[in-house]
């Protein structure tokens, strides 16, 4: 099992974070790249407990689908989403939002496994884990830029 940690400072309110990181229309602007699309259940605004999305984005070449659901909800300081249907063995993304002072501390926790062995194993240490901390941070940045932009103007 895999396991990426990253750790994302934003100058906004908590409760401003933990909305934009469940904001699916904010998630495709942030995944542009990859062409990323919600194309099934929840596909717009903000995603919520025991709701379940379908992604369809393209990466290494290949249109991939992703399904997951949000297992765990905690307003604002956490929710869990967990692959339903998709091409890991598991997956399961933590999102832990901490307030300090003003500003919000976003934390990722991704756990994951891949499927196929050492061909998998292999795979993830050469290719996947390095792409799915790029696409993370490309998230969180997109995040960040869009909460400290409104926050600004409300301040």
């Not at 989403?81 to 998709?86: C, L, Q, V």
Request: glycine letters at 4%.
């Amino acid at each position: 099992m895999t396991t990426i940690r990253l750790h994302t400072i934003i100058d906004a309110p908590i409760t401003m974070v933990f909305d934009a990181a469940r904001n699916i229309d904010l998630h495709m602007k942030s995944a542009h790249k990859s062409k990323e699309k919600a194309i099934a259940g929840k596909t717009s605004g903000l995603i919520d407990l025991y709701e379940t999305i379908t992604w369809k984005g393209k990466h290494f070449g290949l249109y991939l689908k992703h399904q997951s659901k949000i297992t765990s909800l905690r307003y604002p300081t956490y929710f869990i989403d967990e692959m339903i249907k998709g091409h890991f063995k598991s997956f399961k993304h933590q999102h832990i939002f901490k307030e300090n002072t003003s500003k919000t501390e976003m934390i990722d926790i991704l756990k994951y496994q891949t499927p196929y062995g050492f061909i998998g194993k292999i795979f993830d240490l050469l290719i996947l884990e390095k792409h799915l901390i790029k696409f993370l941070k490309m998230r969180n940045e997109h995040i960040k830029r869009e909460t400290e932009k409104v926050s600004i103007h409300k301040k």
